[in-house]
């Protein structure tokens, strides 16, 4: 997560991940707590550190991160599922 993603960034570059792959992160996702950055993979540890600490936080990596669907997916939401408005 955003405590070890610093780390294992360099192992990820040796391998041939292209520093400015799209990245994000999302901490406290689903939550009214929820925040997200998002830079080239590169620049996402220092961008870690303004998250708050001891959330959760997901990282994705690739093209799902270029999407702005990732956003409103990942967004809490405040509706019931419709089957549970049924009873």
Do not use: K
Not at 12 to 37: E, F, K, W
Not at 63 to 87: D, F, N, Q, T, Y
């Amino acid at each position: 997560g955003a405590r070890t993603f610093a780390g294992m960034l360099p192992e990820m570059l040796a391998a041939g991940l292209d520093p400015t792959t799209p990245a994000r992160a999302v901490s406290a996702a689903s939550t009214p707590r929820q925040c997200d950055v998002s830079s080239a993979v590169a620049e996402l540890p220092r961008l870690l550190q303004t998250l708050p600490q001891g959330e959760p936080c997901l990282i994705f990596i690739g093209l799902c991160a270029a999407s702005e669907g990732l956003s409103a997916a990942a967004a809490p939401s405040m509706e019931a599922p419709a089957s549970a408005a049924r009873g």
